[in-house]
């Protein structure tokens, strides 16, 4: 992954950045979600 | 490599949002796939923020340029030059203008700016050897006995119950030490003549006067040369939002120097040339109000000369009869009781706003007879402008009378700024035109620069919009100035976007 970064341009590494930075966000929300579950 | 990323992240909300949540169990298998997933995207995330860190350390790297700040120091030893500027009289050296009218300001608002301005007027007469004792107050006893708490380093508490308990028995102590202290300046200006006189002589036996006003010269212009293309100080002007990206869109950089320039016509130094004449226009525009009084004291010169010496005698007059009224109230009474306090309140009132009238009138007819002896109707308008920078309390008053509604803090500002840059010594226009030449000014300035083949209208330097015109010329030197340090638009852009970004993600 390291080696391809650096091809990419500053836009699409911005964008990259922001993606993942969504994703662990939703996954934060699904952890949520079961443990609400798991208190019912 | 997004589109990838995107894939792999709907491909993994699809098995995620299948997966049941019925049983106790499903739901541990459900959570240990999502911490699975989470701890790849860690790890993900942390090779990116690599990657970003790497390129902004390019950035994180430049330095300031030393010997930029070398030069600066040694450009501000130069300022001794100010000590024997021709325009100054010791009173102006001492920075007693500048002082007393602080004092005359603060006195009903805040003591303990009062104090801090005493003790620096106390210091200048220490300067110039001249060490003041509570003897010198000699105009009335309650200004002697708080000079004698401040000469005696006492802390500001002890100065503010000393003020209040004084204060009751005569309101106007700070106003007498005011006028007190500008009579110790009179009666001792000759010696303090002499001092600057002997320092400037001394200075004389291994120099010469032009060799600071050289030196000053060849440091601003060095200091110049050294700013203008400094990759470091273009970047911090992105950094700490004195330019915005957005102010240099090239279309925009084009539009503005095809307003300006013909073809071939946009050099670098045709653009400082160019700033250099409007930034001295925009001066005479600025001051328009001094320049103009200035030529109205030069046409009243025989009614106004000659009027200083009438207000000393006023003021010695008035001195005399200010201690006599102070030692009569001490004497004690051979019969009888001792002379009614709100008669003698009165009477020394009455005396203190006449004095402070006359001091009033002293300066100003100082100052006129400073402009008669060192201007001419012929005297260029740098000269003007020199004479007139170097004078606080004209500039300070003039400046009131045009809009009494300005802080002080704006107009010390700009008297500085002025001071500054009638300093400098690289003048166009100011140097060569006469006060009363400013009239065709514009017509003169138009036609230099369009035989030069620059599109400069007459419309663009009209009031309203010199402001406009000069920022887009700075603008286009800021634009070269940042491609001549070498910095790169895009590149400062990716740099605030993602220190943007990751100092978000850091709280």
Redesign the interface.
Same mark, same amino acid.
């Given at each position: 992954? *390291?080696e !391809? =970064? !650096?091809e #990419?341009n500053?836009q699409?590494? =911005?964008? #990259?950045?922001?993606? #993942?930075?969504e994703? =662990?966000e939703? =996954?934060?929300n *699904? !952890?949520k979600k #079961?443990e609400e *579950?798991?208190n019912k | 490599m997004i589109d990838e990323l995107n894939s792999k992240y709907t491909e993994f909300k699809n098995v995620i949002d299948i997966l049941p949540v019925n049983t106790k169990y499903n739901r541990k298998r459900k959570l240990d796939c999502i911490l699975d997933e989470e701890k790849n995207d860690n790890e993900r995330l942390s090779i990116v923020r690599q990657e970003i860190e790497n390129r902004l350390s390019k950035f994180n790297n430049l330095k300031a340029n030393d010997k930029i700040e070398e030069l600066e120091k040694q450009l501000e030893k130069c300022n001794i030059i100010n000590e024997w500027n021709n325009y100054n009289t010791a009173y102006e050296k001492m920075h007693l203008d500048y002082y007393l009218y602080q004092l005359h300001r603060y006195y009903k608002e805040d003591l303990e700016s009062v104090n801090a301005c005493i003790k620096k007027i106390l210091d200048s007469f220490k300067k110039v050897e001249i060490v003041l004792t509570k003897e010198d107050f000699d105009f009335n006893n309650y200004a002697r006995d708080y000079m004698e708490k401040i000469l005696s380093n006492a802390s500001n508490e002890e100065l503010k119950l000393c003020f209040e308990e004084l204060y009751w028995k005569n309101s106007d102590i700070i106003r007498t030490i005011e006028i007190n202290f500008k009579s110790i300046y009179l009666r001792n200006e000759k010696k303090i003549n002499k001092y600057y006189e002997t320092r400037h002589l001394e200075f004389l036996k291994n120099h010469k006067d032009s060799e600071i006003s050289d030196m000053r010269v060849k440091l601003s212009d060095e200091i110049k040369a050294l700013k203008g293309n400094d990759i470091y100080l273009e970047f911090q002007k992105f950094v700490s939002g004195e330019y915005s990206v957005s102010d240099f869109k090239e279309a925009e950089i084009l539009k503005k120097r095809d307003t300006y320039f013909e073809e071939n016509s946009y050099t670098y130094n045709n653009l400082l040339d160019l700033n250099k004449v409007l930034n001295e226009y925009n001066i005479l525009i600025k001051y328009k109000y001094l320049l103009s009084d200035m030529k109205d004291k030069l046409d009243k010169k025989i009614e106004l000369k000659n009027s200083k010496n009438n207000a000393l005698k006023e003021i010695n007059k008035e001195e005399t009869s200010l201690k006599k009224l102070n030692a009569k109230r001490n004497r004690k009474p051979l019969f009888g009781k001792k002379k009614n306090d709100d008669k003698w309140l009165f009477e020394y009132k009455k005396i203190l706003t006449d004095i402070t009238k006359n001091y009033d009138e002293f300066d100003k007819a100082c100052f006129n007879d400073l402009v008669f002896e060192k201007l001419t109707q012929d005297s260029t308008i740098i000269e003007v402008l020199r004479l007139i920078s170097s004078n606080y309390l004209y500039f300070v008053s003039k400046t009131c009378e045009l809009d009494e509604n300005q802080s002080i803090n704006i107009i010390n500002d700009n008297f500085n700024e002025l001071k500054n840059y009638v300093n400098n010594n690289d003048f166009t226009l100011l140097n060569n035109v006469a006060l009363l030449d400013e009239k065709q000014m514009k017509q003169l300035i138009v036609d230099k620069y369009n035989l030069g083949r620059i599109k400069l209208t007459i419309d663009n330097l009209l009031d309203d919009n010199i402001d406009r015109t000069i920022s887009d010329i700075n603008n286009l030197i800021d634009y070269e100035n940042i491609i001549n340090s070498g910095l790169n638009i895009d590149d400062v852009a990716m740099y605030l976007d993602f220190k943007k970004l990751l100092d978000k993600d850091n709280k």
């Open positions: 992954m *390291e !391809k =970064l !650096k #990419i500053n699409d590494l =911005l964008q #990259i950045y922001r993606l #993942i930075l994703h =662990l939703f =996954l934060d *699904e !952890k #079961i *579950e798991d | -």
